[in-house]
Structures are given as C-alpha cells and as structure tokens.
C-alpha cells in the first residue's frame, strides 16, 4: 500500500474500492436491511468471512422480531458473532414457491 504525506505531516493512503450490495441480514434478535460494501474483487461471502469483529451496513432499517421499524439509519455496525444468516437482495423470488410454502 502507498502512503503519501503532506506537508503538515496528513498522510493519505490508497482508496478501496467497494461496491454497495444491498441485503437482508437476519441477527439473533433483528433483521436489518441495508448495503454491505464488497470488495470489487471479491464476493459477499468474502466479506462476511472476513475477521473484523463487525460489518458496517450503510442506509438500514433495523426491524424487531414482529416486523415493526424500530429503526432507520444511514450507518449500523452489527457484531458478526450475532450475525444468523445473510441474503443478498438479488437473491429473493418475486413470489414464493409452492414447495415453500407452510
């Protein structure tokens, strides 16, 4: 990595691409909709494997367990230890399946 200064002794560093990857992530007591930012070269599971203690989720709506709003933020880091499971928005049908369906 460069990392440049300047003359008041700032230093700058090279800028990580990421693109916005909206999702639903299901915590053990909320689910939260919003963007993780992936890596331009890497998938949304890389991102989640990473070994940082928490994922920034950016424009999220966290909702209880009933599915009520409790609330709406442009930026949220959620423990990944409390993360259940993670679908990537693109990922959902229209409609359920027969088969899915109780």
């Known amino acids: 990595m460069v990392i440049e ?7 700058y560093t090279d800028v990580i691409l ?6 639903i992530v299901q915590t053990v007591t909320q689910r939260i909709h919003g ?6 070269d890497q998938r949304l599971k890389d ?5 940082e203690k ?7 709506t966290v909702y209880s367990f ?3 709003i409790l609330y709406q933020c442009k930026f949220i880091s959620i423990q990944r230890a409390q993360i259940v499971w993670v679908i990537p928005e693109t ?10 369906e109780i």
């Open 54 to 60: 928490f994922l920034a989720v950016t424009d999220a």
């Open 35 to 40: 963007n993780i930012h992936v890596r331009r």
């Open 47 to 51: 991102e989640l494997d990473i070994a």
């Open 91 to 100: 990922e959902l049908n229209s409609s359920p399946s027969k088969s899915g």
């Open 18 to 23: 990421k693109s916005a990857v909206p999702a």
């Open 5 to 11: 200064y300047d003359d008041k002794g700032k230093f």
């Open 66 to 68: 009933d599915g009520q």
